[in-house]
Nanobody, 124 residues
Framework: QVQLVESGGGLVQAGGSLRLSCAASGRTNIMYAMAWFRQAPGKEREFVAAISWNGGSTGYADSVKGRFTISRDNAKNTVYLQMNSLKPEDTAVYYC?????????????????WGQGTQVTVSS
C-alpha cells in the first residue's frame, strides 16, 4: 500500500501563490505516476496536473497551464504543486493521488491511492 499526506493549503489573495506538498510512504517502489486533483463545492473532482515518477513527463489541465507547476523529489518521495497567479476559481480541496501502472493521466479512476486533501481558498 501507499500512503499519501498533503500539506501547504491555506488562504491566499487572488494573484498570490501557494505550494502544495504530497509526501508518499509505504510501497513507493510501485508508484508509476502521481497527480493532483481538486474538488470545489458542488462540483465533480477534476484533474489538475500529473507527473510520471521515473521519466518526469508532466501533464496539466488547460485551466492551470502556465500558472501551476508540478515537480517531484524522488529522494524525499514527495511531489509538489507550485501554484502562481491564483484565481478565486482555483478554490477547492486539492487531493494528491498515485497510481501503480500506466494509463490515462487525467482520469481519476486510474489512481488507486489518495490523500486526505488540503483546502485552498483564494479570496478576490
Amino acid at each position: 500500500q501507499v500512503q499519501l499526506v498533503e500539506s501547504g493549503g491555506g488562504l491566499v489573495q487572488a494573484g498570490g501563490s501557494l505550494r502544495l506538498s504530497c509526501a508518499a510512504s509505504g510501497r513507493t517502489n510501485i508508484m508509476y505516476a502521481m497527480a493532483w486533483f481538486r474538488q470545489a463545492p458542488g462540483k465533480e473532482r477534476e484533474f489538475v496536473a500529473a507527473i510520471s515518477w521515473n521519466g518526469g513527463s508532466t501533464g496539466y489541465a488547460d485551466s492551470v497551464k502556465g500558472r501551476f507547476t508540478i515537480s517531484r523529489d524522488n529522494a524525499k518521495n514527495t511531489v509538489y504543486l507550485q501554484m502562481n497567479s491564483l484565481k478565486p476559481e482555483d478554490t477547492a480541496v486539492y487531493y494528491c493521488a498515485a497510481r501503480s501502472r500506466s494509463g490515462t493521466m487525467g482520469s481519476a479512476y486510474e489512481y488507486g491511492y489518495w490523500g486526505q486533501g488540503t483546502q485552498v481558498t483564494v479570496s478576490s
